[in-house]
């Protein structure tokens, strides 16, 4: 059974840092690309970041590339998301999924509960 448990949200100002982690099972996790995803309220959920089974190669979203990081711990099965220079358009509720391709960014269709990021102005 998939698992999918997202952490490290919260309220931050404007220009401030956040540290997502995302704790996943149920698939053999170092044979996947990882990704995560946000959702604006009233808004699609759209992709923001991803990440090579091997962590050698990151994609990012236009709208966060040079501010966010994604990493991946292996032996943990774990994968972060480092988002610096925050501005009040990164809130969303934040979610990981594993990918079915890398190239795609195409997520599996179960999703975890995510976690709440705030930023104000």
């Known amino acids: 059974q998939v698992q999918l448990v997202e952490s490290g949200g919260g309220l931050v100002q404007a220009g401030g840092s956040l540290r997502l982690s995302c704790a996943a099972s149920?698939?053999?996790?170092?044979?996947?690309?990882m990704g995560w995803f946000r959702q604006a309220p009233g808004k699609e959920r759209e992709f923001v970041a991803a990440?090579?089974?091997?962590?050698?190669?990151?994609y990012y979203a236009d709208s966060v590339k040079g501010r966010f990081t994604i990493s991946r711990d292996n032996t943990k099965n774990t994968v972060a998301l480092q988002m610096n220079a925050l501005k009040p358009e990164d809130t969303a509720v934040y979610y990981c999924?594993?990918?079915?391709?890398?190239?795609?960014?195409?997520?599996?269709?179960?999703w975890g509960r995510g976690t709440q990021v705030s930023v104000s102005s």
């Open positions: 999924n594993f990918l079915h391709d890398w190239r795609t960014k195409k997520p599996y269709t179960y």
């Open positions: 149920g698939r053999t996790f170092s044979g996947y690309a």
């Open positions: 990440i090579t089974w091997d962590g050698g190669t990151p």
